[in-house]
Nanobody, 121 residues
Framework: QVQLVESGGGLVQPGDSLKLSCVAS????????MGWFRQAPGKEREFVAA?????QYADSVKGRFTIFRDNAKNTVFLQMNSLKPDDTAVYYC?????????????????WGQGTQVTVSS
């Protein structure tokens, strides 16, 4: 059974950085797409970034966030720099059983429990 466990969230000030991690267990995921999504209170879950055969980023995080993975450790990371209050949300790691990234949450097969990121002064 595939499990995804996120970590690294927290409370930071605007302009600060955070690095989220997601460890996958249950199988090797080197051929799969790993993605990050986020959901703010009262809003729909939205795409942030994904890594498969290509990298994809939401326009709102391009140039500030970087997604990368360590297949040997079954881990995907999200380095978040220059954080803004609008980045405040629960961040979810997701796995898609395809090497082609997708922006749609419904195209991902497994999800983590989420980690809270709060950006506030």
């Amino acid at each position: 059974q595939v499990q995804l466990v996120e970590s690294g969230g927290g409370l930071v000030q605007p302009g600060d950085s955070l690095k989220l991690s997601c460890v996958a267990s249950g199988r090797s995921f080197s051929a799969d797409t790993m993605g990050w999504f986020r959901q703010a209170p009262g809003k729909e879950r939205e795409f942030v970034a994904a890594i498969g055969v290509i990298l994809q980023y939401a326009d709102s995080v391009k140039g500030r966030f970087t997604i990368f993975r360590d297949n040997a450790k079954n881990t995907v990371f999200l380095q978040m720099n220059s954080l803004k209050p609008d980045d405040t949300a629960v961040y979810y790691c997701a796995l898609r059983s395809s090497s082609r990234p997708s922006l749609r949450p419904s195209n991902y097969d497994y999800w983590g429990q989420g980690t809270q990121v709060t950006v506030s002064s």
